[in-house]
């Protein structure tokens, strides 16, 4: 079935450095592809998205572009910040479904 | 705006206890979710329900039933409590509507669960 595989946390990173967080993926067909982002205490908010290969989404100084040959969906930044720290995860949603399936989600630690 | 509701935020039961969880949109979505997230294995869907009167398992249904009251409000029953369903509850929303499967869902802030 489809799966999302993502990299274990915790990142600690120091601020202003480059994130990377690694994201690949198994699924038939074309499935759409997600990064969510969980702040302590509060629930999933949407970071950005992409719908077809070749595509990237971007937010909030995030990027993340949807690889179909390599079945992936890294996220980056170039310059992280202290409130940046939360835990990211990705997920994809089959084609012709509205179910998402969630990766294990990457805690980002950035410290001053 | 508020977005999705959950109530409670907490919650403490027994085993053997049941108890209903809340959720309320007020985006007019056709889709509601309930998922439960534990650590190191990410969120997995419980049931959904794809519009007023529809319901469907997820992955994890076990020990667990839901109710479509109306558009607006979803709700997780536990019917007899167990340890193994101590975890944070959370309740989605989306527009899809079985339409090819790229609308984002939108989530409230999670009901915290511990079975003793």
């Known amino acids: 079935g489809d799966s999302v595989t993502q990299m274990e946390g915790p990142v600690t990173l120091s601020e202003e450095a480059f994130l990377t967080i690694n994201c690949t993926y198994t699924?038939?067909?074309?499935?759409?592809l997600f990064w969510y982002v969980q702040y302590p205490g509060e629930g999933l908010q949407l970071l950005l998205k992409?719908?077809?290969?070749?595509d990237k989404g971007s937010n909030k100084g995030f990027e993340a572009t949807y690889r179909k040959e390599t079945t992936s969906f890294h996220l980056e930044k170039g310059s992280v910040q202290v409130s940046d720290s939360a835990v990211y995860f990705c997920?994809?949603?089959?084609?012709?479904?509205?179910?998402?399936?969630f990766g294990t989600g990457t805690r980002l630690q950035v410290f001053p | 705006n508020a977005g999705v509701t959950q109530t409670p935020k907490f919650q403490v039961l027994k085993t053997g206890q049941s108890m209903t969880l809340q959720c309320a949109q007020d985006?007019?979505?056709?889709?509601m979710y309930w998922y439960r997230q534990d650590p190191g294995m990410g969120l997995r869907l419980i049931y959904y329900?794809?519009?007023?009167?529809?319901?469907d398992k997820g992955e994890v249904p076990n020990g667990y039933n839901v109710s479509r009251l109306n558009k607006r409000e979803f709700s997780l029953r536990l019917e007899s409590a167990a340890p193994s369903q101590t975890s944070v509850y959370f309740c989605?929303?989306?527009?899809?509507?079985?339409?090819?499967?790229?609308?984002?869902?939108?989530f409230g802030d999670g009901t915290r669960l511990s079975i003793l």
């Open positions: 989605a929303s989306s527009e899809a509507l079985r339409t090819g499967g790229n609308q984002p869902q939108h």
């Open positions: 699924a038939t067909g074309y499935p759409s």
């Open positions: 992409a719908t077809k290969a070749d």
């Open positions: 997920a994809l949603m089959g084609y012709n479904t509205d179910k998402l399936i």
């Open positions: 985006m007019n979505h056709n889709s």
């Open positions: 329900s794809a519009s007023e009167g529809t319901t």
